[in-house]
């Protein structure tokens, strides 16, 4: 009884570090489209030049989870997301220095390193190992983060400024470093197996042929998801206040709900996964994020109506990611879906920086005003892949 006692402990203490590393992963992705409209004043650049950041944390982060594989098979999960975990500390904190975009360029490369490792190696050990109830509460962790980075932000801007943000951001990051260094341990003792549902779907999987097509459109829908998510955190803070007047601290806090209401959208869909099943949480989902995504595209509603769209937005695309993260290992036979999952995440940092990038274009030279109608038109195209993926597997 003591030693299963202990194994318990183990593997809720685990558990519990796995979650916190994913609130410290959402912190730095809310607060950037937050801080952009003062920071590129002090940097005197323009609008569009947040692109610049966004492609090139994309490209670190693409090309750190293409490789997570490899790396995690040498030196474990563990001592991966310590490392990477303190990689991005250090690059948050130089962010609260960084006198020109040339620096804050240089400085997302260590970054984007550091957030594609965790994100790879903690949704492949979750994945693998945990329900679809903890995958979904895994990203309301990150959602945590996201909707914490955007408050902290919001707060240092009214105050002493974006710099005092991402030092405090950076000292959440490296605190947590710390608890991970003491707790490697873990993860060599951890004795979490797969569940019985999983070995059953996972021969299911073997027995069934493997669309080439299937392996990429998997990956294909995390773009799509990420860019129509990342898209409305990155612009939202700046249609509010650039198009509609909205003051900075307000745009703040909108987005800060929006972030929110993945969150809370998440922790909910944790307690429903198990009824509803992964592909009709994805498919609810995103006809939920489309009409709310509608709603906020429209400038000329009154401000609860839109903000009620943003929110209802944001709880629409709750279940959408850890759903469709979960479904992998299940869609796959396990030999494939460690590679698969590589290429999900390596591609949602090409959803989040590509499509965002191209949406700073379009404002630059047709307006804010197109931004959200363009990424309904991204959330329409997730709705096909993924019943055509359906389809396939």
Same mark, same amino acid.
């Given at each position: 009884?003591? #030693? ?106 260590? #970054? ?104 990429? #459109? ?15 955190? #990155? ?159």
């Amino acid at each position: 009884m003591r #030693l299963i006692n202990k194994v318990a402990l183990v593997h809720l203490a685990l558990l519990s570090i796995i979650y916190l590393a994913f609130v410290s992963l959402g912190l730095p992705d809310g607060a950037l489209g937050v801080a952009w409209p003062a920071m590129r004043l002090d940097l005197n650049q323009p609008l569009a030049a947040v692109g610049l950041l966004t492609i090139t944390l994309t490209l670190c982060s693409a090309l750190s989870a293409w490789v997570s594989p490899a790396v995690l098979k040498k030196l474990g999960t563990g001592p991966v997301v310590m490392i990477s975990g303190f990689l991005t500390g250090l690059a948050l904190l130089g962010f609260s220095m960084a006198p020109s975009l040339g620096w804050l360029l240089a400085l997302a490369v260590p #970054l984007g390193l550091g957030a594609g490792a965790v994100d790879a190696g903690l949704n492949h050990f979750v994945s693998a190992h945990y329900s679809s109830r903890h995958m979904n509460w895994l990203h309301g962790c990150w959602g945590i983060g996201a909707t914490l980075g955007p408050l902290i932000m919001g707060a240092a801007l009214a105050t002493q400024g974006w710099q005092q943000g991402y030092q405090t951001i950076a000292w959440l990051q490296l605190s947590l470093v710390l608890v991970l260094l003491l707790s490697l341990s873990l993860w060599k003792r951890e004795s979490a197996k797969p569940s019985p549902e999983l070995q059953i779907k996972a021969m299911a999987a073997r027995l069934k042929p493997v669309f080439t097509t299937a392996t990429w #459109l998997a990956p294909l829908a995390f773009l799509l998801y990420l860019a129509a998510e990342a898209g409305t955190g #990155l612009w939202a803070a700046s249609i509010l206040v650039n198009s509609r007047g909205t003051p900075a601290a307000t745009a703040a806090l909108w987005v800060a709900f929006f972030f929110g209401a993945i969150t809370a959208g998440r922790f909910g869909a944790g307690l429903v996964a198990g009824r509803l099943g992964n592909r009709r949480l994805i498919r609810l989902g995103i006809l939920v994020a489309m009409v709310g995504a509608v709603v906020f595209a429209v400038p000329a509603l009154p401000e609860p109506l839109s903000l009620a769209g943003l929110m209802l937005m944001g709880l629409g695309c709750a279940p959408i990611y850890p759903s469709m993260m979960h479904e992998t290992a299940r869609r796959f036979p396990p030999e494939l879906s460690a590679k698969v999952i590589g290429r999900q995440v390596a591609l949602s940092y090409v959803g989040v920086a590509g499509v965002p990038a191209a949406c700073g274009l379009l404002a630059a030279y047709a307006g804010l005003a197109l931004v959200m109608p363009a990424l309904v038109l991204v959330l329409l195209g997730l709705l096909l892949v993924t019943e055509q993926l359906n389809r396939l597997t």
